[in-house]
């Protein structure tokens, strides 16, 4: 294994192990586990952002099997048209391993991000950092390929930027600034999941800053909130 091999692994643990802990966060301090942290993402009122994306990407997931023939329609090319930054988005193009891979992170991070940031700012930041990361791609990174993976990254790292704004968690503070710092050590290598997370964070940066705008709109039938700022990602 080389120097460059051990440093995306580092990378990809700077970002994983830290947004793993951001995620089973709980307002009073102790973790969740699997069963409830998912219970706990997903309860009324469902995150709507987050189940669109979920399903969008069971029904890809689904068309990419049953007709393998459309992942080189979607997926990102050299000097492509831009829209394949974002098609390329919708098609798993290493096989089952990543597929499964990013669809279980999609259903964990999805929920936690549109809880902490809201419905628009999730829909906005999974777009965004995750066709940038494809852009970049295309200009020379890597010229072929595919995946989802890009994004999820990006909403860690809106969320880290969040939790690193927010100042009454020092400790998810200190540890958020991991995942910014291991983007940018993966922008150095030329991986393109650095730029889909420090796009993440910028855009996590102005959407703390600004507060979320869609609280009204997430509030259930009973007045409670889908969530307002990192701290609201699992409820007690």
Partial sequence: MNTHTLA???CAAA?????TRLITARPEGQQAGPGRLLADL????VPRAAAVLTGVM???AVVQSAAPDVIPHLERAPH???WRAATALLVQTSGWPQLAFNLAALAV?????ERGLGTVRTLVVFLLSGSAAHVVSMAGWSVHGGGDSVSVCGLV???AAAYALDGRRRPLRYLSVLVPTAGAVLCLLENNHGIGVLTGVLLGAVAARGGRDDDK???GEDGSSAGSGPNAVVGS
């Fill in 58 to 60: 069971v029904a890809m």
């Fill in 80 to 82: 492509g048209p831009w």
């Fill in 157 to 159: 790292g809106a969320l």
């Fill in 42 to 45: 997903w309860r009324r009122p």
């Fill in 109 to 113: 991070v999805a929920p936690a991000a």
């Fill in 8 to 10: 995306l692994y580092g």
């Fill in 217 to 219: 709109e997430d509030d």
């Fill in 15 to 19: 970002v994983v192990v830290p947004g």
